[in-house]
């Protein structure tokens, strides 16, 4: 099993539309977790870090549900700015100096059309 | 945010020539950085750790011989694939993490092809 999974897609969806990632994990020890964004041939940019309470930045919803080692990011009112892959990243510390080594996901590509 | 900066950005190269990789951390130090692979459609892998003033520390399965890292400075971290071969082209990327600011920021990422 790998220890970072996501459904890679692609979604094809229209402007306004919403549409939901998921995302399961294996290490049930994990701390850390967090969606980032990666456009075709750059670098990811952190879009929103996972709380267990969940947490909501203007469309982006992202839910964590550790009993079910499972997280989730929710786009509402899709843009066509919004296309891009979808990394699903979760560290197994808490931070300082073992910030970096993060585990990806393969990533989720989203396709928002006209 | 604090910024990371990756030279070159692209890079060809002829098989069995070595290729060096630069990542820098602009307006902060940073004791490690770390070096990511990425093959397409596949998720980014960490390769090793780069650590300023002592050796690095690879992942498993990743060559140190072939992928030679030093972190000089407290602002930069080189990567060398040596006598690259066309398997090792990818898309290579450095991050380095501010202290406590909770966020990782990546380079740009350089990709590389060898023919």
């Known amino acids: 099993r790998k220890e970072v999974e996501q459904d890679p897609g692609p979604f094809n969806v229209p402007e306004g539309a919403t549409v939901a990632f998921n995302c399961t994990y294996s290490n049930s020890a994990s701390q850390s977790f967090f969606w980032y964004r990666q456009d075709c041939r750059k670098e990811p940019k952190l879009l929103m870090s996972v709380y267990s309470s969940g947490n909501e930045d203007g469309r982006f919803t992202a839910q964590l549900n550790r009993a079910s080692q499972y997280i989730s990011l929710l786009i509402r009112d899709s843009k066509l700015s919004d296309s891009a892959t979808y990394l699903c990243v979760v560290n197994p510390n808490a931070g300082g100096t073992s910030y970096g080594k993060l585990t990806f996901g393969q990533g989720t590509i989203l396709t928002v059309h006209p | 945010g604090a910024v990371v900066s990756q030279h070159p950005s692209w890079v060809i190269c002829k098989s069995g020539t070595s290729v060096k990789i630069e990542c820098r951390s602009l307006d902060f130090q940073a004791t490690t950085m770390f070096w990511y692979r990425q093959f397409p459609k596949q998720s980014l892998m960490l390769m090793a750790t780069s650590n300023e003033g002592s050796k690095a520390t690879y992942e498993q399965g990743v060559e140190k011989d072939k992928f030679l890292i030093n972190h000089a400075s407290l602002t930069l971290s080189t990567l060398t694939v040596t006598s690259a071969h066309p398997e090792d082209s990818s898309f290579y990327i450095c991050?380095?993490?501010?202290?406590?600011?909770?966020?990782?920021?990546f380079g740009e990422g350089s990709r590389l092809t060898v023919l």
């Open positions: 991050s380095a993490p501010p202290l406590n600011t909770g966020e990782l920021f």
